[in-house]
């Protein structure tokens, strides 16, 4: 491989064929499509999807690995140096609708999923890797451990469907867990109505601020004031008793749209 792995990238590069190979399935690219990958690492994948697509943007942090892909010297690679989280997507994909893939570094991934949910309009497929243990959290449901923040705002644009479990062996250096690929297929219209989408995600961030406490208590220590919430949890008819992961779409549908005129 002749290249050493930065830990402070949490960098594991996949290596298995078959893997690669459903997640291009998953893809389902064609070639007048455009794609985008994250953290493309030594360039495996991203081959494969420049046999496929029209075009391939990458976003790499490495410095490094940013030199090994420019050796490529393919017409249509795009190369895109730095901090995903610091990108202005919008502007640098300027042709939607993409397909996206990534491998994504299990430090950041939680925070690229909130960075593409608020992108969601430049990608018409999504296939990304996860450890599995975030996996799961963004496929749960209302009532079980795992359902929290990403679960429903990912589940609010999308339908999640897992792809494929990943063991360790598949990467080198192999991680100490397993992954889970998951693709994301962009809704028409959101599951719920979401009445404003920015305060939306507050009242849901503010409802898992302390998911072993009440909903009135967790709403209060995400910023909403004690005479709000009780209003606003007797408008929409959800008990202060209740607790964040007992909500699904629809309660935090009727609690935003009860909360909303509260906190104008």
Not at 84 to 93: F, R
Not at 229 to 258: C, K, P, Q, W, Y
Request: proline letters at 8%.
């Amino acid at each position: 491989m002749n290249y050493r792995t930065k830990k402070r990238f949490g960098q594991h590069f996949l290596r298995d064929p078959h893997v690669i190979e459903r997640i291009m399935q998953a893809a389902a690219l064609g070639p007048a499509d455009p794609a985008v990958e994250i953290g493309p690492g030594l360039g495996v994948l991203t081959e494969r999807l420049l046999e496929s697509a029209r075009q391939v943007d990458v976003f790499e942090i490495d410095r490094d690995l940013i030199a090994r892909l420019e050796q490529m010297q393919h017409p249509h690679l795009k190369i895109h140096g730095g901090d995903i989280l610091k990108a202005d997507l919008p502007t640098l994909l300027a042709a939607p609708p993409y397909i996206l893939v990534a491998n994504l570094p299990y430090n950041i991934s939680s925070q690229v999923v909130f960075l593409l949910i608020e992108n969601r309009t430049l990608f018409s497929n999504m296939v990304l890797m996860f450890q599995k243990e975030v996996g799961a959290r963004l496929c749960a449901r209302p009532g079980c451990k795992d359902y929290g923040i990403l679960s429903v705002l990912c589940q609010l644009w999308f339908d999640v469907d897992p792809v494929i479990e990943v063991g360790p062996e598949s990467f080198s250096p192999p991680p100490k867990v397993d992954s889970l690929v998951l693709q994301f297929t962009p809704l028409a219209q959101p599951r719920v109505d979401p009445v404003d989408p920015l305060f939306f995600t507050k009242v849901v961030k503010a409802a898992f601020t302390q998911r072993r406490k009440q909903l009135r208590n967790s709403l209060i220590a995400g910023g909403f004031s004690r005479q709000q919430v009780e209003e606003g949890l007797a408008a929409a008819e959800i008990e202060n008793s209740r607790r964040g992961e007992s909500l699904d779409l629809n309660d935090f549908s009727r609690l935003t749209r009860a909360l909303l005129p509260l906190c104008r």
